[in-house]
């Protein structure tokens, strides 16, 4: 791809993935597994609709709202908090924690679960959701991303996801207090009952009718899920059970680029998933065939959803950094009275990728554009001043952006988050995953 090679990424894989059909209903339900080669047009605008004008539309003369996020709790149980150690010998650390699930008990309070990763599945406990105390290790060799569900008889069931045999395997665990597990014998589901390759993140959910609906993530043959460099490609895929312990395949739950999925069980029986990196939300009626992708402009990773009384969500999300290793961040989402609509611009004969940012609605504070690293969260001010034309104002405004392309890898303009806030709340988007949402044609801003 000619222009895609005049702006070389950081990581070619992920190039490969935004380059694959990302959120197109047309292709949710997949025929036998593609191979995550996929082919797609060049990422951006062609020179010719780069150097045209691009108008933010007119603003709506009513009342705006959307949906932005308040940090509630920013670093969670890092390698320092639960006294892990980085290797001098490895290149990207695996300490720390990540992959959070809440369980809400019966006397209110709640319990995380959360991969620790040599430390196995660990436990904290919280009266709020926000602060949380450590417990205890509860199994030692366990895998990430656990779900846990009511049994009939009181206590839980635990899946896991464990290689057996040289096989990425669904395993399942009881208990009765939620800390002491007994391994359950054999396995569930392999990666070899998918006609993809590796699986991981079981995400067990109770259905209206008594049934039980299973939806993981699969990566291509040959792949493991979270490699190093990135999957060329992966999707979301289902089984069905009566009994939690009897799966059956379900071929028609194929979500391509849908990562780590959590599922709700709504009132009138419909299922909503969330999942991804840009955290996105789809809906199923049945629970099998899913409908298009409704965007929250947070950037995480390994979400857990729960539901406040007054309507908002919490979600509990991942970050990770080489050095550092892994930790939690806890986020509520928040209605606020301003909006953002994005709008490809494309890249220009001086090697500038553009975007523009409309800003509507009103607020008592100036809205700001801010530009920083997806890991900690940094401020960039040199990188700002020099990307964004506008860093500030009062709804409704514009602002356009100019990245470069080029650079070494992880200090690339486009790997960077694009954070607009009024002081509190924030939507934030990491631009190289907006870029291949803008080539697809999918990335929809009003949420």
């Known amino acids: 791809v000619a222009e895609l090679q005049q702006h070389p990424s950081a990581h070619p894989s992920e190039w490969d993935s935004l380059r694959a059909c990302t959120y197109d209903p047309s292709i949710r339900v997949l025929p036998p597994p593609p191979d995550g080669s996929g082919a797609a047009g060049d990422l951006g605008r062609t020179f010719e609709e780069a150097s045209s004008t691009v108008d933010c539309p007119a603003p709506d003369p009513g009342p705006v709202s959307s949906t932005a996020w308040i940090v509630e709790n920013d670093r969670l149980f890092d390698a320092d908090d639960l006294g892990h150690v980085p290797d001098p010998w490895m290149e990207d650390q695996a300490i720390g924690s990540s992959d959070p699930r809440v369980v809400t008990l019966a006397d209110g309070s709640q319990r995380l679960y959360f991969a620790a990763f040599h430390d196995g599945i660990m436990t904290a406990a919280s009266d709020d959701g926000i602060s949380w105390t450590l417990g205890p290790q509860v199994i030692s060799d366990g895998g990430p991303h656990v779900t846990l569900v009511d049994l009939p008889e009181g206590g839980w069931r635990l899946f896991a996801?464990?290689?057996?045999?040289?096989?990425?395997?669904?395993?399942?665990?009881?208990?009765?207090?939620?800390?002491?597990?007994?391994?359950?014998?054999?396995?569930?589901?392999?990666?070899?009952?998918?006609?993809?390759?590796?699986?991981?993140?079981?995400?067990?959910?109770?259905?209206?009718?008594?049934?039980?609906?299973?939806?993981?993530?699969?990566?291509?043959?040959?792949?493991?899920?979270?490699?190093?460099?990135?999957?060329?490609?992966?999707?979301?895929?289902?089984?069905?059970?009566?009994?939690?312990?009897t799966w059956t395949v379900d071929p028609t739950v194929a979500v391509a680029e849908m990562l780590h999925p959590w599922a709700g069980l709504e009132a009138d029986g419909s299922v909503t998933v969330y999942g991804g990196k840009m955290l996105v939300r789809i809906p199923s009626t049945d629970g099998a065939t899913f409908g298009p992708a409704d965007h929250f402009d947070v950037w995480g990773a390994d979400y857990h959803i729960t539901g406040l009384d007054d309507g908002q969500v919490r979600i509990y999300t991942g970050s990770h950094d080489f050095d550092e290793g892994s930790w939690i961040r806890i986020l509520r989402s928040s209605t606020i009275p301003w909006d953002v609509e994005l709008l490809e611009v494309g890249w220009d004969r001086d090697g500038l990728y553009r975007v523009k940012a409309c800003v509507t609605g009103s607020s008592s504070t100036p809205i700001e554009l801010h530009l920083a690293d997806p890991d900690f969260r940094i401020r960039d001010h040199g990188l700002e001043g020099r990307v964004i034309d506008v860093a500030s104002g009062t709804p409704p405004f514009s602002a356009t952006l100019s990245f470069t392309g080029n650079g070494p890898a992880g200090q690339q303009d486009i790997e960077q988050l694009l954070r607009i806030t009024d002081g509190t709340a924030v939507r934030e988007w990491r631009v190289l995953e907006l870029m291949g949402l803008f080539e697809n044609g999918y990335y929809r801003t009003s949420n």
Do not use: C, H
């Open 161 to 245: 996801v464990k290689d057996v045999g040289g096989r990425a395997s669904v395993v399942s665990y009881t208990t009765p207090d939620g800390v002491a597990f007994t391994a359950e014998p054999g396995t569930l589901l392999t990666e070899e009952d998918f006609p993809y390759g590796a699986i991981q993140s079981p995400f067990v959910l109770p259905m209206a009718d008594g049934t039980y609906r299973m939806y993981l993530t699969a990566v291509p043959p040959g792949e493991s899920v979270g490699q190093p460099g990135g999957n060329s490609a992966y999707w979301m895929v289902g089984a069905t059970s009566p009994d939690m312990l």
